[in-house]
């Protein structure tokens, strides 16, 4: 079975147990995604991987007549390729703009507060896969150990400006973490051009490293090198956990139930206000969800996991 990654990189890490499920129920599994989620399809071992080029028809002699089936997620270049290369049988959730695309309709029962992972499993279950195994749910195993006392801070969110926590915030938690002996390694994110995660690495001064994440993908080493990350609501921390790290996620309008980081051991923080969760990639109003969220409740839960992973 073929399988179009979504594009987005937190889309992407949350149908990852979907796809270790179907890997598990025997099938023979390769994945279309975009040239940069390549690293991260490569750490679930046995999956051929093909890179989705700029235009569908380009797609289509690299995957006709070589696979039975396929499987969708979102209406895309990818989708169009596969009914453009005749795959036989197309599966795809039931949704409006993917029907015609696909040969097979697979019904997503999922509630409105669960969490987005079970988008995926769900409709996988209805193929008849097993989806509840906790293996399925495991970092990837990067072969990398984390280094004693190193920390990510990642104050920049891809979702833009209104994810993203007050600069003063976060040079207090920084430098609470150097007074303890933290070795910090503060994290850019390509596209975002506010120069926060430049400021905040040239405020705490001496002995913080700064790298910008870009590609997302080739930084999984990085990631998997920081036993604790501390970032805003964004890709990097779905990755990062991905990769082996404990993520302390900062949330504003996004709802923590419905997009947290996949696994038990990390924590997400948020100050809930009227107007949230939103979703708005910018405020319209004070951004109020971000200014009210207390130094000292970050602290603590970064406190508590730094400690946990000494």
Not at 31 to 52: D, F, K, S, Y
Not at 130 to 154: N, Q, Y
Not at 269 to 292: T, Y
Request: proline share 7%.
């Amino acid at each position: 079975m073929l399988v179009a990654a979504p594009e987005r990189w937190d889309e992407a890490c949350f149908m990852i147990p979907a796809m270790r499920a179907l890997m598990a129920s025997g099938l023979k599994m390769g994945v279309i995604c975009p040239a940069e989620q390549l690293e991260l399809w490569q750490t679930l071992p046995g999956i051929a991987r093909v890179e989705c080029p700029a235009k569908a028809r380009a797609l289509v002699p690299l995957i006709a007549g070589k696979w039975q089936a396929s499987l969708a997620w979102e209406q895309g270049l990818a989708a169009d390729a596969l009914e453009l290369a005749k795959i036989p049988r197309r599966l795809g959730p039931a949704q409006a703009r993917l029907k015609r695309r696909i040969t097979h309709a697979l019904e997503a029962k999922v509630g409105p507060l669960d969490h987005r992972v079970r988008f995926y499993l769900s409709a996988v279950a209805e193929m008849g896969v097993e989806t509840g195994k906790p293996e399925f749910f495991l970092p990837a195993e990067m072969g990398i150990d984390p280094v004693r006392h190193a920390v990510l801070l990642s104050p920049e969110s891809d979702y833009g400006p209104s994810h993203e926590w007050l600069l003063d915030g976060w040079l207090e938690t920084g430098r609470r973490l150097l007074e303890n002996g933290a070795q910090v390694t503060v994290a850019g994110v390509d596209g975002r051009t506010t120069g926060m995660a430049d400021a905040l690495a040239r405020e705490l001064c001496d002995g913080v490293k700064f790298f910008r994440a870009a590609p997302m993908g080739g930084a999984l080493p990085v990631f998997a090198v920081h036993g604790l990350v501390v970032a805003a609501d964004a890709s990097l921390p779905h990755l990062a956990a991905h990769a082996g790290a404990t993520c302390v996620t900062l949330f504003g309008p996004n709802d923590p139930q419905w997009r947290r980081p996949l696994g038990k051991r990390h924590a997400v923080l948020r100050r809930h206000v009227e107007c949230a969760p939103c979703l708005l990639a910018k405020c319209p109003l004070d951004m109020r969800c971000q200014r009210e969220l207390d130094v000292e409740r970050v602290w603590e839960a970064v406190e508590t996991k730094w400690k946990r992973a000494e």
